[in-house]
């Protein structure tokens, strides 16, 4: 049976304690416990905004010529069978967002997506999906993407291995800005992609524009007057998108960045 709307206006009630719910699992056998029954399998990569990225020994006059992360996500869309598009974020509309639309939702791909409430949401074409995302990187949201348990809990579909889950974040409002505050086993399963390096410059003026709401996970600050980057980083990209000196790079140091992602998230779920 799928999950009733009560449970989703439910759940949008209970989100705003996500904190306190994430910091719980720092005790031990609460975490464990939490990783086992929601987290289970789980593989998930931030994927960098395209705007922000700029590829090693890539002339800067010629973007076309750069690898975008984006590509990650185009290639499962075509991998699908099945496309599936919530009505809603239910993290933004938990938030009540302002900044950023709430109904864009995540797109689902797999055969378990056929069991979601269709009040929830609809199957879709390629082609639509394909510019569902397009238009989600225009109003400025960043691509998760990989395999998430908890999806399969809240909607209560399955198996996790016909689910393949690309979410559309915003800053404010993302589920995984209880990154920091949860157990380093639980964190350790939402990642940057590989070949990503996000780095301050000498161009830093200690504006502090980074360090106020930028980070998903709060992974810089300031010290001393200059911007300093944590290894928390997930590196989605948007302090190098949003710092007014441009003094943050976003750079591929492997040009392989994207085949190296894509294998990494095949084997998660099986999309035919």
Request: glycine letters at 8%.
């Amino acid at each position: 049976m799928s999950t009733p709307v009560w449970f989703v206006k439910l759940l949008q009630r209970i989100y705003p304690s996500r904190f306190g719910l994430a910091k719980a699992t720092r005790f031990r056998p609460i975490g464990r416990l939490t990783d086992r029954l929601l987290f289970h399998g789980d593989d998930i990569v931030y994927l960098p905004k395209d705007r922000a990225v700029i590829a090693v020994n890539a002339p800067l006059d010629s973007p076309e010529s750069i690898v975008l992360p984006s590509q990650v996500v185009d290639h499962f869309i075509r991998q699908a069978r099945v496309h599936w598009i919530m009505n809603f974020c239910i993290c933004r509309a938990s938030e009540k967002c302002k900044d950023y639309p709430i109904e864009y939702g995540c797109l689902f791909l797999g055969e378990a997506a056929l069991g979601i409430n269709p009040k929830l949401g609809r199957r879709v074409s390629q082609d639509e999906a394909l510019d569902y995302v397009r238009r989600c990187r225009e109003a400025g949201l960043v691509h998760l993407i990989g395999r998430n348990k908890l999806d399969t809990i809240w909607l209560n579909v399955g198996p996790g291995s016909k689910l393949l889950t690309i979410c559309n974040c915003c800053p404010c409002c993302c589920l995984w800005r209880i990154l920091p505050h949860v157990t380093p086993e639980i964190g350790g399963k939402v990642t940057r992609m590989p070949g990503v390096r996000v780095a301050v410059s000498d161009r830093c003026v200690g504006c502090g524009a980074c360090a106020q709401g930028v980070c998903f996970v709060d992974a810089i600050r300031m010290v001393d007057g200059r911007a300093v980057i944590g290894e928390g980083c997930r590196g989605c990209g948007r302090c190098a998108e949003m710092c007014p000196a441009q003094a943050i790079d976003l750079t591929i140091t492997d040009p392989t960045f994207v085949e190296q992602t894509i294998r990494r998230i095949a084997p998660l779920v099986d999309l035919s």
